[in-house]
């Protein structure tokens, strides 16, 4: 099915490790996100891609790197895990600006849920 | 700063209606959204209105906007146990690329 494909879906890190999220979207969409889920906070922007070759820092950027590796894969990097990255992360992309199509919304993956102990 | 803020829970009969409000902050937002997040899976796009409308009915679903206060509401008629999800409000800012996600609001349908 198309959509966006996020992994692991699982992943228990010990404080200090590090490791890549991978995301991957077959919908030919120009734009790609990651947030991150934290109970009662909603959803935060860690680092977007409005286009291949661009990425920029969301609200909470600190401790994580991104790659835009091609238009399909935009992957997110710890580099030395820490408890407070506990969260669940979502990737989501977006055929364009939404100016141009409110109608699509965004399409996320189904999330990656990551402890750090 | 920037908080779209919504009630954390909601609680409401199969059969009722349920009405999720939510307070953004941004006036220049030409659409906002709502989204429904089911256990375990990602966000997916409910509906959206544009900012020079009042209201928005789909199907069970009523959206209402009140630009004056920045308050907007979605109201789901005749709640059924499968409308049990996490719903997001978020607005968007023209020129960002990007949303701002209100914090959710849990609701529990009871049979």
């Known amino acids: 099915n198309a959509g966006v494909t996020q992994t692991p879906k699982f992943q228990v890190l010990k404080t200090g490790q590090s490791m890549t999220l991978q995301c991957a979207q077959d919908m030919n969409h120009n734009s790609m996100y990651w947030y991150r889920q934290d109970p009662g906070m909603g959803l935060r922007l860690i680092y977007y891609?409005?286009?291949?070759?661009?990425?920029d820092k969301g609200e909470v950027p600190n401790g994580y790197n991104v790659s835009r590796l091609n238009k399909r894969e935009f992957s997110l990097r710890l580099e030395s895990a820490a408890p407070s990255q506990t969260s669940v992360y979502f990737c989501?992309?977006?055929?364009?600006?939404?100016?141009?199509?409110?109608?699509?919304?965004?399409?996320f993956g189904s999330g990656t849920r990551l402890t750090v102990v | 700063g920037e908080d779209v803020e919504q009630s954390l829970f909601l609680s409401v009969r199969e059969g009722d209606s349920s009405v999720i409000n939510c307070t953004y902050t941004d006036s220049s937002s030409t659409y906002l959204y709502w989204y429904k997040q089911e256990p375990g899976a990602g966000l997916q796009l409910l509906t959206y209105?544009?900012?020079?409308?009042d209201m928005k009915q789909d199907q069970r679903l009523t959206v209402l906007l009140n630009k004056k206060d920045k308050h907007l509401s979605l109201r789901i008629a005749d709640t059924q146990t499968g409308d049990s999800a996490i719903y997001f409000c978020a607005e968007y800012p023209p020129g960002t690329y990007k949303y701002i996600f209100g914090t959710g609001t849990r609701l529990k349908v009871l049979a």
């Open positions: 209105i544009f900012s020079n409308m």
């Open positions: 989501a992309s977006s055929s364009t600006a939404l100016e141009l199509a409110p109608n699509y919304g965004y399409t």
């Open positions: 891609s409005a286009s291949e070759g661009t990425t």
